[in-house]
């Protein structure tokens, strides 16, 4: 009997991507060793992290590294230091006062549930619209909305982001002029895993990466990558100092754990992987192949924007609507997480399948089909 058995928590097979809600990913054996072997010994939190820190960074080709609690933390953690940063003041001891005198500059479609952690520090947010008709918001635009008191332009980067902010590299080069660091939201932004080094070769100051999506680290975990003065700053800021950073723990088994993770996520045969879930999608196609009323497609790339493959299985002539199909995936068992593909369908997405689930996959799917 397994700990989900003893607690009659049923396990699910996810087969819709890297979601927090069902626990992002799954560790290697090789990450679960060195959480363990972390967290056999007492050791200094702050020297593991300069030396975790500075390891990453090599492995990234980056100026400086550090690992947070998850990626929502670290937005919190950036945006404090670049407050403190701005004031001249002590990050740990800010106090919301200050922080509310503070603005950060967000493009209007780039605003999401997400950046409440930057509301949380009390800064104020300055949109800047984007006009919806497809045309991007201008430098212009971007120029106009930073003023004294901007501590950071907040970029976020996902496939689920509606049209009209303007272009990284562009974003980059205004803030620039006007010396505001840039922080870009990258939670899910890798594969490709080139990402890790891409948005800090584009001059961000901070590109941060949720630890327990695609690395696999884990699940409480997050990566920060970007500039060494940013980087000291939360070395004073963020665990274990007390003060405003002090909430938001990481363990040593986490630091262990992503830097385990990070340096196989690097070495990894990403091509390899690809094709595997090409491979996935070519077998579920086959599965059906024939059967009236079901239609496999390719889909690509997945909602996040990652150059990985997923599958939109449609159900051309089922009495039942696809919301119906997926939650008697879900309700049975095994139960089967997929998201809905609109209204006649749902994807299959191969990349947080284990070998062999698929399988179980293709069955259940077969078994909600007959019953309908
Ligand atoms: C998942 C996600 C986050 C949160 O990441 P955590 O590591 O769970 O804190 C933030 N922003 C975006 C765009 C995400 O997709």
Redesign the pocket.
Same mark, same amino acid.
């Given at each position: 009997m397994d700990i989900y058995e003893e607690l009659g928590v049923s396990k699910l097979i996810n087969a819709a991507g890297t979601y927090?809600v069902v626990g /992002?990913s799954r560790m290697s054996e090789i990450t679960l060793k060195a959480m363990q072997e972390a967290a056999n010994s007492h050791v200094s939190i702050r020297e593991l992290q300069r030396r975790v820190g500075a390891r990453i960074a090599e492995l990234t080709h980056n100026e400086a590294a550090y690992i947070t609690c $998850? *990626? *929502?933390? /670290? !937005?919190y953690l950036a945006a404090a230091a670049c407050v403190a940063a701005k004031l001249g003041q002590a990050a740990a001891t800010l106090t919301f006062q200050e922080t509310s005198g503070c603005e950060v500059v967000v493009f209007k479609t780039h605003r999401?549930p997400?950046d409440w952690s930057l509301r949380q520090l009390g800064v104020r947010i300055t949109e800047v619209q984007c006009s919806g008709d497809g045309s991007a918001a201008s430098k212009a635009d971007l120029a106009n909305a930073i003023t004294d008191h901007t501590i950071a332009v907040f970029y976020? !980067?996902?496939g689920w982001l509606e049209e009209g902010a303007l272009g990284l590299q562009d974003t980059v080069a205004v803030a620039e002029s006007r010396g505001v660091p840039v922080i870009v939201? *990258? *939670? %899910?932004q890798v594969p490709p895993v080139d990402n890790l080094w891409n948005f800090t070769k584009a001059g961000v100051t901070a590109a941060?990466f949720?630890? $327990?999506?695609d690395l696999r680290g884990p699940?409480a975990?997050?990566l920060m990558v970007g500039k060494q003065w940013l980087v000291d700053i939360l070395l004073e800021e963020a665990f274990p100092n007390s003060g405003i950073g002090r909430m938001l723990k990481v363990g040593r088994e986490e630091i262990a754990g992503l830097f385990a993770a990070v340096k196989q996520y690097v070495n990894m045969d990403h091509v390899a992987r690809a094709q595997w879930c090409g491979e996935q999608i070519r077998l579920l196609k086959a599965a059906f192949v024939g059967e009236s009323g079901v239609i496999v497609e390719r889909s690509f790339p997945n909602e %996040?924007g990652q150059p990985l493959p997923r599958a939109i299985v449609r159900f051309a002539d089922s009495q039942r609507n696809a919301s119906e199909i997926a939650n008697d995936l879900l309700n049975g068992s095994p139960a089967v997480y997929v998201k809905l593909a609109g209204k006649d369908g749902i994807y299959v997405n191969p990349m947080t399948l284990a070998e062999g689930e698929l399988a179980i996959v293709i069955e259940r799917l077969r078994q909600v089909l007959k019953d309908s």
């Open positions: 927090t /992002g $998850g *990626a *929502a933390a /670290g !937005l999401n997400y976020t !980067l996902s939201d *990258a *939670a %899910a941060i949720s630890g $327990g999506k699940q975990s997050g %996040a």
